[in-house]
């Protein structure tokens, strides 16, 4: 059984930072990709940075130059440091990881609320 568990979301003010954490645990044999995707009230998920397991990053448009994402391999973690937050940052965050288990799976975690007031 494969575990993603997010945490580091809150509330904060506009302007303010945080940095989100998540740990895969479990029988695992290999991470690929890994992600943080958010999803609003009333929107659909979205994508909003992705890691490859070399290191090559990829990031949303609304959050490029603001937000950092890295990973330690050696601890199945993936981090996301945002800042310049804004009230539009507000949602559900979510963490996924391409796992290998017998074969390659996509988990996502249970999502971190990250709430931005103006």
């Known amino acids: 059984q494969v575990q993603l568990v997010e945490s580091g979301g809150g509330l904060v003010q506009a302007g303010g930072s945080l940095r989100l954490s998540c740990v895969a645990s479990g029988s695992i044999f290999g991470i690929n990709d890994m992600g943080w995707y958010r999803q609003a009230p009333g929107k659909q998920r979205e994508l909003v940075a992705a890691i490859t397991s070399g290191g090559r990053t990829n990031y949303a448009v609304s959050v490029k130059g603001r937000s950092t994402i890295s990973r330690d391999n050696a601890k199945k973690m993936v981090y996301l440091q945002m800042n310049s937050l804004k009230p539009e940052d507000t949602a559900i965050y979510y963490c996924?990881?391409?796992?290998?288990?017998?074969?390659?799976?996509?988990?996502w975690g249970q999502g971190t609320q990250v709430t931005v007031s103006s």
């Open positions: 996924k990881a391409e796992v290998r288990v017998k074969t390659w799976v996509d988990y």
